[in-house]
T-cell receptor, first 117, second 115 residues
Framework: AQKVTQAQTEISVVEKEDVTLDCVYETRDTTYYLFWYKQPPSGELVFLIRRNSFDEQNEISGRYSWNFQKSTSSFNFTITASQVVDSAVYFCALSEHGSSNTGKLIFGQGTTLQVKP | NAGVTQTPKFQVLKTGQSMTLQCAQDMNHEYMSWYRQDPGMGLRLIHYSVGAGITDQGEVPNGYNVSRSTTEDFPLRLLSAAPSQTSVYFC??????????????FGQGTRLTVV
């Protein structure tokens, strides 16, 4: 069964600090997708990144970077030089893409990030 | 560019009442799903569907029914509302492909309170 664990419930940093949000996943499939979503205080869910299981290259997008390590079943998210606007709840999610390909997307519990000025 | 449309945005129900949360998408996505979001619990999957006429249970299906008569619509029915169903509900859709599945697109959410 698929499972996503975000062990950090809440993180508080001061603006300009770097912060890493952890995500550990479990799956029996060899083909799967990992995602990160952001939920700002306004409540909508904003897609940040999708990564498939065959692509272990790290990705950087501006101040955001993602570190995917299959050996440790982790897909961690780092924000460099954090800003107040980064304050949000961040969700990691997993979708298996096996023979059934149900598309079912399972989320972690979320990490609340507070960036203080 | 409607995407995923959820209605209503807010709802207050009395215990025992029934209601339907509506969800529609205009992207021709096969996959549609309903989640509930509760503090500290993340987004938990209620029901999902991979196409018209096909539905399946997620992690927390009890107390909810769904149907998928068309590709576009995926309503969520609360048969007899209970205070434990007070939550924020999100509908999501995504494109399923043999080679690649897309990310999920979410509606704006419905804040439901059962008193």
């Amino acid at each position: 069964a698929q499972k996503v664990t975000q062990a950090q419930t809440e993180i508080s940093v001061v603006e300009k600090e770097d912060v890493t949000l952890d995500c550990v996943y479990e799956t029996r499939d060899t083909t799967y997708y990992l995602f990160w979503y952001k939920q700002p205080p306004s409540g909508e869910l904003v897609f940040l990144i999708r990564r498939n299981s065959f692509d272990e290259q790290n990705e950087i997008s501006g101040r955001y970077s993602w570190n995917f390590q299959k050996s440790t079943s982790s897909f961690n998210f780092t924000i460099t030089a954090s800003q107040v606007v980064d304050s949000a709840v961040y969700f990691c999610a997993l979708s298996e893409h096996g023979s059934s390909n149900t598309g079912k997307l399972i989320f972690g519990q979320g990490t609340t990030l507070q960036v203080k000025p | 560019n409607a995407g995923v449309t959820q209605t209503p945005k807010f709802q207050v129900l009395k215990t025992g009442q029934s209601m339907t949360l509506q969800c529609a998408q205009d992207m021709n996505h096969e996959y549609m799903s309903w989640y509930r979001q509760d503090p500290g619990m993340g987004l938990r999957l209620i029901h999902y569907s991979v196409g018209a006429g096909i539905t399946d249970q997620g992690e927390v299906p009890n107390g909810y029914n769904v149907s998928r008569s068309t590709t576009e619509d995926f309503p969520l029915r609360l048969l007899s509302a209970a205070p434990s169903q007070t939550s924020v509900y999100f509908c999501a859709s995504r494109l399923l492909g043999q080679r690649k599945n897309t990310e999920a697109f979410f509606g704006q959410g419905t804040r439901l309170t059962v008193v």
